[in-house]
């Protein structure tokens, strides 16, 4: 069975942290992606990597850097955490098919 | 650009109603579609997807259809049952584009018994 798994499902952080998002599949595809989900906006994607190493800007990067050392992990950085990035955060992985991770409920206070 | 518009939510209908989610798309060149759902804690499923003009995608009774004349893949099921609530996404992406998904906003349904 496919797997895409978040290292927690809910986070609170303070003003200013650094924040560590973990993303690891299973499938050994070479594509994965950070998204933010929030009410009436649907998905936005953040950065996306199409190999160990690689790494693309999405549509919403301010704010957020991301890691992808091993082709099974992809990390999602908050360098220094404010308010408005309170927001459910999705990693996905794919060949053809995005499979998505349960999701990450971060609170920033 | 690419974008997709969804119908607003929340839907909220009787078991066994007929369920109808209306989703438009723009797009560059020549777009797979896809719907994705997201039941209540979880993330999000394909539900189903189509890769060419007037192909159907079906699944779990849901079916939608792609239009490219009315740029359309509306999302329908003839009798919804209370399981099915949860939130729709329809979402697009593009050939050559590494298969990044541009989605839209979102469609909560709710199905009471």
């Given amino acids: 069975d496919v797997k895409v798994t978040q290292s927690s499902r809910y986070l609170v952080k303070r003003t200013g942290e650094k924040v560590f998002l973990e993303c690891v599949q299973d499938m050994d595809h070479e594509n994965m992606f950070w998204y933010r989900q929030d009410p009436g906006l649907g998905l936005r994607l953040i950065y996306f990597s199409y190999d160990v190493k690689m790494k693309e800007k999405g549509d919403i990067p301010e704010g957020y850097s991301v890691s992808r050392e091993k082709k099974e992990r992809f990390s999602l950085i908050l360098e220094s955490a404010s308010t408005n990035q309170t927001s459910m955060y999705l990693c996905a992985s794919s060949y053809s098919e995005q499979f998505f991770g349960p999701g990450t409920r971060l609170t920033v206070l | ?113």
């Fill in chain 2, 1 to 113: 650009g690419n974008s997709v518009t969804q119908m607003e939510g929340p839907v909220t209908l009787s078991e066994e109603a007929f369920l109808t989610i209306n989703c438009t798309y723009t797009a560059t060149g020549y777009p797979s579609l896809f719907w994705y759902v997201q039941y209540p804690g979880e993330g999000l499923q394909l539900l189903l997807k189509a890769t060419k003009a007037d192909d159907k995608g079906s699944n779990k009774g849901f079916e939608a259809t792609y239009r490219k004349e009315t740029t359309s893949f509306h999302l329908e099921k003839g009798s919804v049952q209370v399981s099915d609530s949860a939130v729709y996404f329809c979402a697009l992406s593009v050939y050559n584009q590494g298969g990044k998904l541009i989605f839209g906003q979102g469609t909560e349904l709710s199905v009471k018994p």
